[in-house]
């Protein structure tokens, strides 16, 4: 018979985080940050490609090194092109500054393993300091006393354990240089101290990446999960990097057999776990991505920076709303909707197929296929009306 958690992994759930970003949301909330996001939201539903609201939620990456290697991150693969380097704490605070008033939940990872920087237990502080939430990813692998300590002195709120795999054997595939035994023990020592403390935090979530190798693992996790005490396991689909040519041969090493992840049509592989999702993009609306260099990315998915959007760097006064509105996001918005938006340059959003774009928008071969799949789905629904 089989478990719960394998039925429910028969399609890997594809977006698993609303109930974090709804706690943020009440706890860090004020009248103006909420009318902010009702704001924004608005703006997207109208797919408004000059908006006034404000990203809610901001990536700042204070290091994009790593100690492990894992064979299909951009980084750990040596081809995130873009300078490896630490955010100064300073930076952290200039960049996080003028966001405050809108911000619900600051990420503290983006491409590399944020305990790297040892300023990590200060800018959390101070983000907290400014009614920010914090949320953190990290392998773990070299966290001491010190480090976890640290994370809890500094109160960070959402901890992701980085651990995809059950045993020595099935982790250390994906986390190249990895240690299993040491990553287990720093997650229950976590625990252990955080209950000393009182327990009011980090809420802490192993997140376990569903690969070919890895899949026949998931119960076992679950059972260490318990045995730990950790606050929730959380299973999501792998992703490819965005810019990797040889991604048929990559699917056919990495993605599972047993369990479904990915929406996969014959114009739709799958990216980073999601592909042709309702547009518009909403990273184009909700969220700001900084990194190390003070690049901004349009998400946190692509990362050359070649492709950055505009920089921190630029905009000394730390005006969001020229940025938000700079010419390269309202290019990307535009490729939602079938306004014309006169100089539209193209972006790195031209290329992605993660949102389903407005046929006008899509290339002479593809729009027809789209309209095709419209039609049907127009024929569906007329016999389905007519059955009833
Ligand atoms: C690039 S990592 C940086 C943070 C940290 N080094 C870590 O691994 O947790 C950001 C997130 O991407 C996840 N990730 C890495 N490779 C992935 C893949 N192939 N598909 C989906 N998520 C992936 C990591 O587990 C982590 O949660
Ligand atoms: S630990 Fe995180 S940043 Fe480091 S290589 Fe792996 S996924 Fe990339
Ligand atoms: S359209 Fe694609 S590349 Fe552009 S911001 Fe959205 S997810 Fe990222």
Redesign the pocket.
Known sequence: MQSNITKMLQTIPQYTRMGRHGRAVLEHGTIRKWANLALTEAERKLRRIKVSGKPYILFLDPCNV?N?R?P??P?GMKDLGRKQSMMSLECFKRYLDPHVPYLFEVNC??????LINENIFDMIAYAQSRNVGTNM???LVIASDHHLDGLIDAGLEHL???I?GADAESYRK?RVRGDFDRVINNMARLVEKREARGGRGPYIEW?Y?VMRHNEDKVEQAEKIAKEIGIDRIRF??????YEVKNRSALAEE?FPRKFKGRTETEETPQT??QADRPAPCYYLYRSMVVNTDGGISPC?IVYKDKRDFDHMENHPDGNIEQIWNNEMYQSARALYTSKEWVGRKRTVCDHCDIFQRHTSKLPENMRKVKMAQKEQEKTVTADSVAGQ
């Open positions: 790593c492990l894992c299909l991150c980084t990872h983006n491409w590399g393993e944020s990813s990290s392998n992701t354990v980085s995809d994906y997140q990446i999501i689909p792998v992703g490819l990097p990495w980073f776990g946190c």
